[in-house]
């Protein structure tokens, strides 16, 4: 084997390793042998062979910094020390990794972290359901408790959210693409406009635009001519994560909680994505000083480990035992990491430090908006940030849009990754690009991915002029 230290034509230092395996080599085997639903390596085309931090090095020795971090999983970034030595105690103590839901000193640790990680007026009623190991079991389990505990059956949830691929999860998420081919989706689900400042569904905007979809909302509950039975429940994303890093306004969550509520309609987060710091604070609807019926959580909450946890309010617990269960809801070791990662991102006030680090992301990002129009929104709440591309020469609406540019988004990701840096799109037509970094990421750090992104921006945006 040989190392050599070489500097690429784009500046990025890099070290080469000569083995008998590449990237090329394992894409291909990969290729050959999963499924045709594989999606990441299609647009990040690398084999990793290590990870620390906010970085991974692929096979051939090439270093990149991670923006996607398991699409927002990985809170505390990969291998953190924390993380992995709560996992080797649990192998060193012989502690069982398996207990299907029965309880260990380990589980009943996680949950008292959990628990007093709640606002002091939810702890007091809190349950806690353990699901299967993804964010959609969780969220499946909450459509059926509130199901169940109201005796209802419509769900209402909004345009643009995204809360799993399950065939219940799908049937209440935004995407039409992945339903074009599944028949027989779950009856009784109701799309409602969320507020999408740059696309306003009223073509509006800004707080007039929430304020309609607020009272649109209201009226829509309240007309006995509207066609939609009392629902057994609202779901929305506080941050819309999938749908292209789409913050609500604070005072629109607000409303639907008073409007929940005075209605009897279970409200239902998903913090899936927005959960355990990410917004900058630890549960994304304490921004708004709420406290929701239920909540799910998934991702960051297992420490980078498969677990998802539904927690609600003891009045929903209609439950009769076994109305919820799954193999894989008693992964000891993703306990044992979820409790670290719970405890150092409190004892060390990640939610504040991923608030400022996303203002200085926000900042660079909006000043690289100024010298291309091809960003044409910025937006997003702590390190859950998006760069909507679009076509400034496209067709203007009245709200002041232009036409996204999945293609030109799609480049800029390539040229991000070429120069050693790993983001997401998403958003409609796949034209946002998406930064969900560790939460531990330093301001020197935010500064080499905004370097790296305006220098991808420039000779993307170049070249795709010159070609046209």
């Not at 991974?56 to 398991?70: F, K, N």
């Not at 919820?324 to 979820?338: D, L, S, V």
């Not at 232009?402 to 997401?424: H, M, T, V, W, Y």
Request: glycine share 10%; hydrophobic share 35%; aromatic share 6%.
């Amino acid at each position: 084997m040989v190392l050599d230290q070489q500097q690429d034509d784009k500046g990025v230092g890099n070290m080469s390793v000569h083995t008998e395996v590449s990237n090329h080599q394992l894409l291909e085997q990969q290729e050959k042998r999963e499924s045709n639903a594989r999606s990441y390596p299609r647009r990040i085309p690398l084999a990793i062979k290590e990870a620390e931090g906010i970085h991974i090095t692929d096979v051939e020795g090439r270093r990149y910094i991670d923006c996607l971090a398991g699409a927002g999983t990985l809170a505390l970034g990969h291998n953190h020390p924390v993380v992995t030595a709560a996992m080797e105690k649990v192998l060193h103590d012989r502690l069982p990794l398996h207990t299907l839901d029965i309880t260990t000193e380990v589980k009943e640790s996680f949950v008292d972290e959990l628990f007093m990680s709640l606002p002091e007026s939810f702890r007091e009623r809190a349950k806690v359901q353990f699901c299967g190991p993804t964010g959609g079991d969780a969220v499946e389990a909450a459509l059926k408790l509130a199901k169940t505990a109201t005796g209802r059956q419509s769900i209402l949830t909004f345009q643009g959210g995204y809360h799993g691929s399950t065939h219940g999860t799908m049937s209440i998420s935004g995407n039409l693409a992945p339903k074009q081919r599944v028949q027989g989706l779950v009856p009784d689900t109701h799309f409602l406009p969320y507020p999408y400042d740059y696309r306003c569904p009223f073509g509006r905007g800004g707080e007039e635009g929430a304020e309609l979809s607020a009272a649109y909302i209201e009226q829509l509950l309240d007309d006995p001519e509207s066609g939609i039975l009392p629902p057994a429940a609202m779901i929305f994303e506080t941050v819309q994560g999938e749908g292209g890093s789409i913050p609500a306004p604070v005072e629109w969550i607000q409303e639907m909680r008073r409007i929940t509520k005075e209605r009897g309609i279970p409200l239902i987060i998903d913090e899936v994505q927005t959960g355990i710091g990410r917004t900058g604070k630890l549960f994304s609807f304490e921004h708004a000083g709420i406290v929701p019926d239920a909540f799910v959580l998934s991702k960051a909450i297992g420490g980078s480990l498969p677990l998802s946890v539904l927690i609600y309010d003891r009045d929903l617990d209609a439950w009769e035992p076994g109305a919820h269960i799954g193999t894989f809801r008693g992964n000891q070791m993703a306990m044992a990491a979820g409790t670290a990662t719970l405890k150092y991102v409190k004892d060390h006030r990640i939610p504040d430090h991923a608030e400022q680090m996303g203002r200085i992301l926000m900042q660079a990002l909006n000043d690289i908006q100024k010298e291309y129009p091809q960003l044409g929104d910025v937006r997003g709440r702590g390190l859950m940030i998006g760069a909507e591309i679009v076509d400034p020469a496209g067709k203007e609406s009245k709200r002041g849009s232009f036409p996204g540019d999945g293609r030109l988004a799609s480049r800029i990701q390539k040229e991000c990754f070429d120069r050693g840096l790993i983001l997401e799109v998403g958003g409609r037509h796949g034209a946002v690009v998406r930064f969900l970094p560790p939460l531990i990421i330093t301001k020197e750090q935010v500064e080499e991915v905004t370097d790296i992104f305006r220098k991808a921006v420039e000779a993307t945006v170049k070249g795709y002029v010159n070609e046209d």
